[in-house]
């Protein structure tokens, strides 16, 4: 599994041969501005929410690459109206076998409207497994005791992707719980200084994790990790 980070909580993850893209948000992005949107290749889109800073450059990518965009019955209905043609809709609880392995949508304690306002279904994070590799997207969430349920419900995690900014989402050290709960200690940070609400000591965090025998990764934009 390779994993490449295009800032704020957009990663592109290759499994089973597959190109997964999770919350494309590039363009908008100071932090991303060396990464071309249109070079990114898709074959899924997953999207946790409908806030801008998840799903500005879906349209684009989407109609771009001709993924299938798999996400709540709400934001697939919208993508519909875009003109994106191919979607999976789901909703948390819920898991569905696709040619690169398995998806599992699971709660995300957060909030979800598109940049209109309009309502956005409820906000997911995903777990995705093929019989080899496991990893958690975790969209944007709060700490929340149902990521317990994780564990007893997916194969063991080869890493996960948590919110760490703080002010919207979960910090650095409710993130070191969060990954006590899902028994991971691969933990590649998201969510992160790309706006001032949410910018973060870098090297406090990962000494935070590593005092807990853990490891953050953060991921320079365009850079990537194997697992
Ligand atoms: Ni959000
Ligand atoms: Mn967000």
Redesign the pocket.
């Known amino acids: 599994m390779k994993i490449t980070y295009y800032g704020?909580?957009c990663f592109g993850i290759e499994i089973s041969g597959k190109h997964l893209v999770t919350?494309p948000?590039v363009t908008p992005n100071e932090l991303a501005a060396h990464i071309d949107l249109l070079s990114i290749k898709a074959d899924y889109i997953l999207v946790?929410?409908g806030?801008?800073?998840?799903i500005h450059d879906l349209e684009a990518l989407a109609k771009h690459t001709g993924a299938t965009v798999v996400s709540s019955w709400e934001i697939c209905t919208w993508a519909g109206t875009k003109g994106i043609e191919k979607v999976h809709p789901m909703n948390t609880g819920g898991k569905w076998q696709f040619d690169f392995g398995t998806v599992m949508c699971v709660t995300a304690q957060?909030s979800s409207s598109f940049p209109d306002g309009t309502y956005a279904g409820n906000p997911m994070g995903f777990v995705v497994w093929n019989d080899r590799e496991c990893f958690y997207f975790a969209?944007?969430t709060a700490l929340t005791m149902d990521m317990k349920l994780i564990p007893m419900l997916c194969p063991p995690l080869s890493c996960a992707l948590l919110?760490i900014g703080d002010n919207?989402?979960m910090d650095v050290n409710q993130a070191i719980i969060a990954s006590d709960f899902i028994k991971c200690k691969e933990i590649i940070g998201c969510?992160y200084d790309t706006f001032g609400f949410?910018k973060i000591d870098k090297e406090a965090a990962i000494k935070a994790f590593s005092a807990k025998d853990k490891n953050l990764r953060l991921v320079d934009i365009g850079s990537s990790i194997e697992f």
């Open positions: 704020q909580s919350d948000f946790s929410h806030h801008q800073d998840h957060h969209g944007d919110p919207f989402t969510h949410i």
